[in-house]
């Protein structure tokens, strides 16, 4: 499976993104996907997450501001960022996993390369 993540740039506080993240190779209907994101110097962090019968996974500092979805027909996976704020500046990940969803990036198998979200205050 290859992901590619897209969507990313510069906003500034209060704005909204939408990242998504496209696979070619295979059919993500089997899959959990992931969202995760790293900021510079600082350990890659679970954003959110979507198994393949819907059911969704957030973190605490995005609830309420970020939704995931997916489309299977299309292949892709979306995450729609609300209300963002500096601290959401990062590189985001999507992940993809042969299983159900989980908040640890270990546990995912392949993974896109990132996506820049810079947010200014």
């Known amino acids: 499976v290859q992901l590619q993540a897209s969507g990313g740039g510069l906003v500034e506080a209060g704005d909204s993104l939408r990242l998504s993240c496209a696979a070619s190779g295979r059919s993500l209907s089997t899959y959990a996907m992931g969202w995760f994101r790293q900021a510079p110097g600082k350990e890659r962090d679970f954003v959110a997450h979507i198994n393949n019968w819907s059911e969704v996974e957030y973190a605490d500092s995005v609830k309420g501001r970020f939704t995931i979805s997916r489309d299977n027909a299309k292949n892709t996976v979306d995450l729609q960022m609300n209300s963002l704020k500096p601290e959401d500046t990062a590189v985001y990940y999507c992940?993809?996993?042969?299983?159900?969803?989980?908040?640890?990036?270990?546990?995912?198998?392949?993974w896109g390369q990132g996506t820049q979200v810079t947010v200014s205050s």
């Open positions: 992940a993809a996993r042969k299983a159900w969803g989980s908040p640890v990036p270990s546990m995912y198998d392949y």
